[in-house]
């Protein structure tokens, strides 16, 4: 018999997420003492512990992984997951055109909603920006910035574009991908500016699958200033956020197979920790992935500051560390800067880079 110490460390999974396996009635320990109520396992429940947590991170609903988990028969379990994902397949198709009329009525292409779309002004907003980024603890630098040079106060008369890109693979995703979206830098504005921003993130997507099928990828944050909006595409694990008002908000979610499942709520903070795919994106710019980007519209006010990371600063600095520096008064470069200063306090075990944007 296994302690659930010595089964979590077996399994790959944490006692917690052990003991809510048990709770949901997926997994009970084999003997409960009666008296201090520790749970103990035999070796024979190590496969199932695994397959309850692999089908938890597929997003596979309570009932459906009971079945799964207790049919004998390994065919019979393979039949019964493919007959689930085909429907959810199934499901999502459905839903895809609904969902595309819905989008179109609302971006103003149905009459009968005009009235709900604002105008974009177009007045010049007055930026000024910096950057940060570096190598970190290794062997390649593949995070890129832009703009690549330093923006100091001044006034513009088109749009301003802003992004940062974590590449994987080798070097030259993440600038690929920049180098297709630098087209929007400075451009007039734009009677479509979202769509604009959402045709240049495609074109950046071709670019990169362009190159040769093993030569990695990228993710993507851009943030668009037109005229008084901002505008965020993203794909990826990389962030935006923004400061206003002294308070920090984040404005992008990480596109991670967990990252999903907590959203839904099908899976704990404790068990993605312990999740084998929890580094995993299911959307990047890459050959073969999902590439289409989250979108995003929001005011841009005097006084804002917008801060885009790579996962190289936000997955090393606590949360309310990042917000301390975030929300530190400076300049642009000041603040970029700090968050230099305090990723190298913190050991930089990654490529990191940041932007930071004041309006």
């Known amino acids: 018999m296994l302690t659930i110490g010595e089964f979590a460390r077996a ?3 944490t006692a917690k997420a052990l003991r809510l396996y048990d709770d949901l009635g997926l ?18 429940q190590v496969d199932r512990a695994r397959l309850v947590a692999r ?22 379990a393979a039949a019964e997951l493919l007959s689930y994902w ?6 999502t198709a459905s839903a895809r055109q609904v969902v595309a009329t819905l989008v179109s009525q609302m971006r103003g292409h149905d009459p009968t909603m005009d009235n709900r779309i604002e105008p974009i002004t177009t007045h010049a907003p007055s930026v000024r920006s910096a950057h940060r980024a570096g190598r970190g603890g290794r062997s390649l630098d593949l995070d890129r910035v832009y703009p690549r040079e330093h923006r100091v106060a001044a006034q513009v008369t088109g749009q301003r574009l802003f992004a940062v890109a974590d590449g994987y ?16 830098d400075d451009a007039e504005a734009h009677t479509d ?31 668009l200033l037109a005229g008084d909006r901002a505008l965020v595409a993203h794909v990826g694990d990389s962030r935006a956020y923004v400061v206003r008002d002294g308070g920090l908000e984040r404005l992008t979610r990480d596109h ?96 990191y880079g940041v932007v930071v944007v004041d309006v």
Do not use: C, M, W
């Open 55 to 76: 089908l938890r991170s597929a997003g596979v609903p309570l009932k459906r992984i009971a079945t799964i988990v207790e049919l004998d028969d390994r065919e019979a």
């Open 256 to 351: 991670t197979v967990v990252q999903s499942l907590i959203d839904e709520g099908r899976l704990t903070d404790d068990e993605a920790r312990s999740d084998p795919d929890r580094n995993l994106l299911n959307r990047a710019l890459a050959p073969g992935s999902p590439t289409a980007p989250d979108l995003s519209v929001r005011s841009s006010l005097p006084g804002d500051r917008f801060v885009l990371t790579t996962d190289g600063v936000h997955s090393v600095l606590e949360p309310r560390h990042l917000a301390e520096v975030l929300l530190t008064p400076g300049t642009p470069d000041d603040v970029a800067a700090a968050v230099e200063a305090a990723v190298l306090a913190a050991g930089a075990p990654d490529n």
């Open 193 to 223: 500016p979202l769509g604009a921003l959402d045709e240049a993130v495609g074109r950046a997507a071709e670019a990169v699958a362009g190159r040769s099928a093993d030569a990695g990828g990228t993710t993507l944050t851009a943030l």
């Open 27 to 44: 997994l009970a320990p084999a003997d409960v003492d009666a008296h201090t109520g520790y749970r103990r396992y035999t070796p024979d």
């Open 169 to 184: 693979g080798d070097d030259g995703a993440a600038d690929t991908a920049l180098d297709a979206l630098a087209a929007l």
């Open 86 to 91: 085909r429907q959810v397949e199934a499901d």
């Open 11 to 13: 399994t790959g999974l």
